[in-house]
């Protein structure tokens, strides 16, 4: 089903505390955007990757499910987890990042395994590369979904273009891992990686090609990126979690900690051990 493109017009939803910024906030301090005072257009000329000036937005007190309406995915083949969760996340996300990588290798098995699994968490993916390199892996991800293989798909592509081992932090790449990076992500390197898995995953790779070069492809991550701009996200892995959001990788540790606050402050979370 084709989601429907979505425009803020003059306005982009930047938190006060620096969604931008990408940091991981306190419990105690999270921040809520409210979208019910936004208008919004059904078309757009703004460009994959392009952006609009940065306005403040009004914050809640609590996690607010309704400010999700906007952003949802209505795709089932993008999303995974009960319908009926009580904490419902967003992720923008492209197969040309690195850190997405990181964060689907390294933090997200156990966050299946916790929450979605359990019913607690769904899972909703939206495609939105961070600078034009990132493109292609956006397209690979919509064309994947196209014949309902994003996820299978995910398991093998996001280590991928992560690579092994630890995630570069508080560093710089060196020559060599950027070199090596920026081949992983580039068209050729993916696409191979993705022929490599098709059989595995039960993907037909000449649809596959068909459809990543397909203009409905760009159209959606076109729709996704806009989507992204609006609630003031510039980088990616980043998600809204009932409202809540959150940008930048982290490790299973401070995002399970980040999901249990979000569900006790929610509406129909779970009550707190101090209640």
Do not use: K
Not at 125 to 130: D, F, L, N, S
Not at 199 to 218: G, H, N, T, V
Request: net charge negative; proline share 8%; hydrophobic share 40%.
């Amino acid at each position: 089903m084709r989601l429907r493109r979505m425009l803020v017009p003059f306005v982009v939803f930047v938190l006060a505390a620096g969604v931008a910024a990408f940091t991981l906030l306190d419990d105690d301090d999270v921040p809520i955007v409210d979208t019910s005072d936004i208008e919004r257009s059904e078309t757009t000329d703004a460009p994959v990757g392009g952006s609009a000036p940065p306005t403040s937005a009004a914050g809640e007190e609590q996690p607010s499910p309704e400010w999700m309406e906007p952003i949802r995915v209505d795709d089932p083949a993008m999303t995974i987890g009960d319908p009926d969760a009580p904490l419902v996340m967003v992720t923008f996300e492209s197969f040309g990042c690195l850190w997405c990588g990181n964060f689907h290798r390294l933090t997200l098995p156990a966050i299946h395994d916790e929450y979605v699994d359990t019913g607690l968490l769904r899972i909703e993916a939206r495609m939105m590369p961070y600078e034009e390199r990132a493109l292609p892996g956006a397209l690979v991800g919509i064309a994947a979904g196209m014949q309902d293989r994003y996820w299978e798909l995910a398991e093998v592509l996001y280590p991928f273009i992560s690579g092994d081992g630890a995630p570069p932090t508080n560093r710089e790449l060196s020559a060599d891992e950027l070199g090596d990076y920026r081949q992983r992500q580039s068209e050729a390197g993916l696409l191979a990686e993705v022929q490599r898995w098709a059989d595995e995953i039960d993907l037909d790779y000449d649809q596959f090609l068909a459809d990543y070069r397909s203009p409905e492809a760009r159209e959606q991550v076109a729709d996704d990126t806009d989507i992204g701009y609006a609630v003031g996200f510039t980088g990616t892995p980043a998600m809204v979690v009932n409202g809540v959001p959150l940008g930048g990788w982290v490790s299973y540790e401070a995002f399970d900690e980040f999901l249990t606050s979000v569900l006790e402050a929610s509406p129909d979370g779970e009550p707190s051990a101090d209640d």
